[in-house]
């Protein structure tokens, strides 16, 4: 193993703790995008048709499926959209991919479609007498999909096999995590018509949770095994923190249709063109979308790559607006952390204050070739609060400002926790003498 110089340390150190230091004072910017730096521009889809859901594989590779009988799939290039042959006359409900060779349609009368990057061609669901409403695509051997009568599809590459979960449920949405995280989300049908169910597979068999739900849940999904929201009527958010299912305040008592995460960000559509964005994956606030039709399913690249799409053949994408610059409070005077000396996955940044008249930001640097992903928690005298999940792709940088999350609090202190090896800092300013 390669050891360096103590020389070299130092220089690491002084180096990183200039670079990172200069993101605060230069740019003043912050890892989160609020709900208003997004505005939604809507793209010609050249159908009036109900787009029931979107997939993206990058940004000139994005997909969407129709409710309609004559045209049921639409291709987006990076410029325009376009019809795409199906080869089929049946509603398609839901999409999923791999990648472009690797792509999965399901919809009415057990229609499944796999795309082979040439062209569709149907596949064997042994049914036709349910919908399929929902489908998710782990590799291509490892895909689920979900529908009436409380039917489980799993295809393992070769042929699709179903069973039967609960025949007075219909399942609306399904995501795999990997195929051992599994999650099923629906309704329950007859007397309880309207009633929330959900069931997870463990890699063996699945099971019914209790999420606390009131309402028929229409999406799930998972950013990792400690963040999964299921959304449904009456604006219902249900939260999974690894443990236990909760609730997370919507603010909107329409039905939510659609839900997605990407890089610590979170949002879900619904009924009256409804956009709700979150930028710390616990509180949600209103994106405008510009218009009022039933908004049925989010995907996204990234944070600035985003589509959604609904009724009326409404299709939407997000462009990322310029942050109001950042006002800083009347600097006295400034303290850095002791200055990092090689890359680690596990930081802790002791003292900071996010009081009236103070400022602390977390600095995070990635210096390595892959993309690293960091869970960013605060110590308060109340107790650990989860902050945000920040992205940092191969040799990039971001800032958070501590008080986004924990606003007013005299004493607090950081954790940083990384999947990949990163660089972190803890810098205060502040005008108090």
Do not use: C
């Given at each position: 193993?390669?050891?360096?110089?103590?020389?070299?340390?130092?220089?690491?150190?002084?180096?990183?703790?200039?670079?990172?230091?200069?993101?605060?004072?230069?740019?003043?910017?912050?890892?989160?995008?609020?709900?208003?730096?997004?505005?939604?521009?809507?793209?010609?889809?050249?159908?009036?048709?109900?787009?029931?859901?979107?997939?993206?594989?990058?940004?000139?590779?994005?997909?969407?499926?129709?409710?309609?009988?004559?045209?049921?799939?639409?291709?987006?290039?990076?410029?325009?959209?376009?019809?795409?042959?199906?080869?089929?006359?049946?509603?398609?409900?839901?999409?999923?991919?791999?990648?472009?060779?690797?792509?999965?349609?399901?919809?009415?009368?057990?229609?499944?479609?796999?795309?082979?990057?040439?062209?569709?061609?149907?596949?064997?669901?042994?049914?036709?007498?349910?919908?399929?409403?929902?489908?998710?695509?782990?590799?291509?051997?490892?895909?689920?999909?979900?529908?009436g009568g409380g039917q489980i599809f799993f295809y393992d590459g070769f042929s699709w096999s179903r069973m039967t979960i609960?025949?007075?449920?219909?399942?609306?949405?399904?995501?795999?995590?990997?195929s051992s995280h599994v999650w099923a989300v629906g309704g329950e049908l007859g007397p309880k018509a309207g009633h929330g169910?959900?069931?997870?597979?463990?890699?063996?068999?699945?099971?019914?949770?209790?999420?606390?739900?009131?309402?028929?849940?229409?999406?799930?999904?998972?950013?990792?095994?400690?963040?999964?929201?299921?959304?449904?009527?009456?604006?219902?958010?249900?939260?999974?923190?690894?443990?236990?299912?909760?609730?997370?305040?919507?603010?909107?008592?329409?039905?939510?249709?659609?839900?997605?995460?990407?890089?610590?960000?979170?949002?879900?559509?619904?009924?009256?063109?409804?956009?709700?964005?979150?930028?710390?994956?616990?509180?949600?606030?209103?994106?405008?979308?510009?218009?009022?039709?039933?908004?049925?399913?989010?995907?996204?690249?990234?944070?600035?790559?985003?589509?959604?799409?609904?009724?009326?053949?409404?299709?939407?994408?997000?462009?990322?607006?310029?942050?109001?610059?950042?006002?800083?409070?009347?600097?006295?005077?400034?303290?850095?952390?002791?200055?990092?000396?090689?890359?680690?996955?596990?930081?802790?940044?002791?003292?900071?204050?996010?009081?009236?008249?103070?400022?602390?930001?977390?600095?995070?640097?990635?210096?390595?070739?892959?993309?690293?992903?960091?869970?960013?928690?605060?110590?308060?005298?109340?107790?650990?609060?989860?902050?945000?999940?920040?992205?940092?792709?191969?040799?990039?940088?971001?800032?958070?400002?501590?008080?986004?999350?924990?606003?007013?609090?005299?004493?607090?202190?950081?954790?940083?926790?990384?999947?990949?090896?990163?660089?972190?800092?803890?810098?205060?300013?502040?005008?108090?003498?």
């Amino acid at each position: 193993m390669m050891r360096r110089s103590n020389k070299s340390r130092l220089a690491i150190s002084i180096i990183m703790m200039l670079l990172l230091t200069m993101i605060i004072v230069l740019s003043g910017g912050t890892a989160a995008y609020p709900s208003d730096s997004y505005k939604w521009n809507r793209q010609e889809s050249g159908t009036t048709a109900p787009i029931h859901d979107v997939v993206a594989i990058d940004s000139t590779h994005v997909w969407a499926v129709t409710g309609n009988s004559e045209l049921q799939l639409l291709f987006f290039n990076g410029s325009s959209w376009s019809a795409q042959e199906s080869g089929i006359s049946d509603p398609l409900y839901a999409i999923d991919t791999v990648d472009n060779n690797n792509i999965w349609a399901v919809g009415y009368n057990g229609v499944i479609i796999h795309y082979d990057g040439s062209s569709w061609e149907a596949q064997d669901s042994g049914t036709t007498n349910v919908s399929i409403n929902a489908v998710s695509a782990l590799d291509p051997s490892h895909v689920w999909a979900a529908g009436g009568g409380g039917q489980i599809f799993f295809y393992d590459g070769f042929s699709w096999s179903r069973m039967t979960i609960d025949n007075s449920i219909a399942f609306e949405g399904i995501y795999a995590l990997d195929s051992s995280h599994v999650w099923a989300v629906g309704g329950e049908l007859g007397p309880k018509a309207g009633h929330g169910v959900a069931f997870f597979f463990d890699g063996n068999a699945w099971s019914e949770v209790n999420t606390g739900a009131g309402s028929t849940l229409f999406d799930v999904f998972a950013m990792d095994s400690r963040h999964v929201w299921a959304v449904g009527g009456r604006g219902e958010i249900r939260f999974f923190d690894g443990s236990s299912w909760s609730g997370q305040a919507s603010n909107t008592d329409v039905i939510l249709y659609g839900v997605t995460a990407l890089g610590g960000h979170a949002w879900a559509v619904g009924e009256q063109g409804t956009i709700l964005y979150s930028e710390d994956l616990r509180s949600w606030t209103t994106s405008s979308s510009g218009v009022t039709k039933i908004l049925r399913s989010i995907t996204g690249l990234d944070a600035q790559h985003l589509w959604a799409v609904g009724d009326d053949g409404v299709i939407l994408s997000a462009e990322l607006m310029p942050a109001p610059p950042f006002t800083p409070t009347a600097r006295t005077w400034g303290h850095d952390s002791i200055g990092v000396t090689a890359p680690a996955t596990a930081w802790y940044l002791a003292e900071g204050s996010t009081g009236s008249g103070f400022e602390t930001w977390i600095l995070l640097a990635n210096p390595g070739s892959e993309k690293a992903t960091a869970h960013v928690y605060y110590m308060t005298p109340k107790g650990e609060t989860a902050g945000p999940i920040v992205e940092l792709a191969a040799s990039t940088r971001k800032t958070i400002n501590v008080a986004d999350t924990v606003a007013g609090e005299w004493s607090v202190s950081t954790r940083v926790s990384s999947d990949k090896p990163i660089l972190a800092e803890r810098a205060m300013y502040g005008n108090a003498q």
